[in-house]
């Protein structure tokens, strides 16, 4: 099982990034996909999730109106827009792949740095 995520890296207050998570090794079309971040000496947070067929996404309240979450299950990714950057966004982001049908199964990457200068 792999979760590979990209599209991290530095970028000025007001900006825009876009994440990426490809996956492999499950049926990546039966798992819901969600984005989470961690910045230093905090705990990591949930920041959007995605159900299996994107009929539903869910964001937490500190970027609600400003990320995206997407998924292309052609391509076994899920993706995140992140628009109105500021540096409170600075943190790793990690996508997670939690299956549909047994919750207990979950799968983690290793997180792409984002930082955010003011």
């Known amino acids: 099982v792999q979760l590979v995520e990209s599209g991290g890296g530095l970028v000025q207050s007001g900006g825009s990034l876009r994440l990426s998570c490809a996956t492999s090794?499950?049926?990546?079309?039966?798992?819901?996909m969600s984005w989470h971040r961690q910045a230093p000496g905090q705990e990591r947070e949930r920041v959007a999730s995605?159900?299996?067929?994107?009929?539903?996404?869910d964001y937490g309240d500190s970027v609600k109106g400003r990320f995206t979450i997407s998924r292309d299950n052609a391509k076994n990714t899920v993706y995140l827009q992140m628009d109105s950057l500021g540096p409170e966004d600075t943190a790793v982001y990690y996508c997670?792949?939690?299956?549909?049908?047994?919750?207990?199964?979950?799968?983690w990457g290793q997180g792409t740095q984002v930082t955010v200068s003011s």
């Open positions: 995605i159900t299996w067929d994107g009929s539903i996404t």
């Open positions: 997670q792949g939690r299956d549909s049908y047994a919750a207990a199964r979950v799968y």
């Open positions: 090794g499950f049926t990546f079309s039966r798992y819901s």
